[in-house]
């Protein structure tokens, strides 16, 4: 996006509020320096290979890794706390797995193992292509032993394990074996301001309208507690339990899903 940086120089930062940007690091290394003195906190960088034809095989981008792990390299030196994603597809990048593990370990860096998830309708996922969170990590600990750690706070999505030598930390992201749905508490607000309470939604709600005094009722938008307050109503009323749902397809129907790239992670 052009004027990224001003764009995050006019959010609102201070206590609360923490500014942070998921990217597949293609151009992070020439904008890391500048995004940081900007006011961004984090950075999340996807990167599901280190392999570059199997890595620009899954994510599209025309990047070699070297670029990729420039990035994350500026990203450091600009004292950004770093994540690093992988998606594990079964047959595609799960022979690349230890690979990744290798890597980051003892980096400083945090890397985080997604199991494959049909969020959308257009990545192809099927069940058998799904690596669990168990496979994963049986296959890391014949290498690197682990320990089990507590989440750092309640709702969060990764299962969080630290390597028994005390070189740092890894998470597994487990929505297709292990939902977490009772303790989620994230809602996300799409670029054209409509409000999502499920990564897997199938409609959303319309904060725009609301903001900008157009849902009909004839004057300037809503105050900001008109906001809360309707915000935590849709909250409450959620009924999206899709990833509970997922194996039991009766129940769940045929629906349209959301593509992540309108709401992110």
């Known amino acids: 996006r052009r004027d990224l940086a001003r764009l995050i120089e006019l959010l609102p930062q201070g206590p609360g509020i923490d500014v942070a940007l998921t990217t597949n690091g293609s151009l992070l290394a020439a904008h890391a320096a500048e995004l940081a003195q900007a006011g961004l906190r984090r950075v999340t960088v996807s990167l599901d290979s280190l392999d570059d034809a199997v890595f620009q095989h899954m994510n599209d981008a025309q990047v ?106 890894l998470g597994i992201i487990a929505s297709v074996t292990q939902p977490f749905c009772g303790d989620c508490s994230r809602a996300r607000l799409s670029a054209q301001g409509t409000l999502y309470t499920c990564l897997f939604a199938s409609e959303g709600f319309d904060l725009r309208a609301l903001l900008r005094g157009e849902s009909g009722r004839g004057e300037g938008g809503a105050s900001d507690q008109e906001l809360s307050e309707r915000i935590s109503q849709l909250w409450r009323a959620r009924r999206d339990a899709y990833s509970e749902l997922r194996g039991r397809p009766l129940q769940l129907g045929v629906r349209r899903k959301i593509e992540m790239s309108y709401i992110g992670g």
């Open 64 to 169: 070699p890794v070297r670029d990729v792990l420039a990035g994350i390299d500026a990203a450091a030196r600009a004292g950004l706390e770093i994540k690093i994603n992988a998606v594990v597809r079964r047959g595609l990048n799960d022979g690349g797995l230890l690979d990744l593990v290798r890597y980051f370990k003892g980096s400083g860096h945090i890397l985080r193992l997604i199991e494959f998830m049909d969020v959308g309708s257009t990545n192809g996922w099927d069940r058998t292509h799904v690596v669990s969170a168990r496979e994963m990590l049986e296959r890391i600990q014949q290498e690197f032993p682990l320990l089990p750690a507590e989440p750092n706070y309640t709702g969060e999505v990764a299962q969080r394990h630290l390597f028994a030598d005390g070189s740092g930390e």
